[in-house]
């Protein structure tokens, strides 16, 4: 029994790496965009809608690259999750109900859905603790939220790299402990079978 305990944990283990790796990927392909930052309120068909491919904000890194990674679109689930658990959604913006065109590019609905999800884990200030894929959010300034994934590439200090848009397109750079860290995810979506 413990035999067969740990071939299906060495099993989850090397498909979690895995499916890190596959969201890297994809988000280290969002640098090659040349993308304007822009956060503008914008119509979106749905599901899969998206703001035209030229321009973007720190969620549309993580929306798209989980779309380019797992087909998994969080406008569909951040949707679905508010509808009917719209009491549990932060109300930072006067919403009376869901709005399927931007409550996916708010990063303080995604630290929510991702926490009802089960994919928080805890702040650390230690690099080791972050692995490839990872969500991470921040408040720059102490009110501005922000959010990013984590690299596979490191800095020479060992801290993981960060891919995000925090106003330049996307970027890969040294910012993990550079702004108050608010929430640190592993989110690997189910696949529909």
């Known amino acids: 029994m413990r035999i067969l305990f740990s071939l299906i944990f060495s099993c989850l ?8 790796e596959a ?3 994809a988000a280290q392909d969002r640098l090659k965009e040349k993308v304007i930052y822009n956060g ?3 119509r979106l068909d749905y599901p899969g809608g998206d703001v035209p ?4 904000v720190c969620t549309d890194v993580i929306i798209r690259s989980y779309r380019a990674a797992f087909g998994f679109d969080f406008q569909k689930a951040v949707h679905e999750d508010m509808k009917a658990n719209f009491s549990a959604y932060p109300k ?6 869901t709005d399927r065109n ?8 995604l630290e929510t859905y991702l926490k009802r999800q089960g994919a928080s ?7 080791k603790d972050f692995k490839p894929g990872d969500i991470v959010s921040w408040r720059i300034a102490g009110r501005l939220p922000h959010i990013g994934i984590v690299s596979d590439r490191r800095a020479r200090d060992g801290n993981p790299l960060i891919i995000h848009n925090v106003g330049a397109g ?8 550079a702004y108050k860290m608010t929430g640190h995810f592993r989110f690997i979506p189910q696949t529909e079978d």
Do not use: C
């Open 102 to 109: 931007i409550d996916h590019r708010r990063v303080p609905n």
């Open 13 to 20: 283990l090397t498909s979690n790496a895995f499916a890190g």
């Open 170 to 177: 996307p970027q890969e750079e040294n910012v993990l402990f």
């Open 53 to 56: 491919a030229n321009i973007g």
């Open 121 to 127: 884990l805890g702040i650390s200030r230690k690099a």
């Open 92 to 97: 930072n913006w006067g919403l009376k109900r």
């Open 23 to 25: 969201l890297v990927a």
């Open 40 to 42: 503008a309120y914008m």
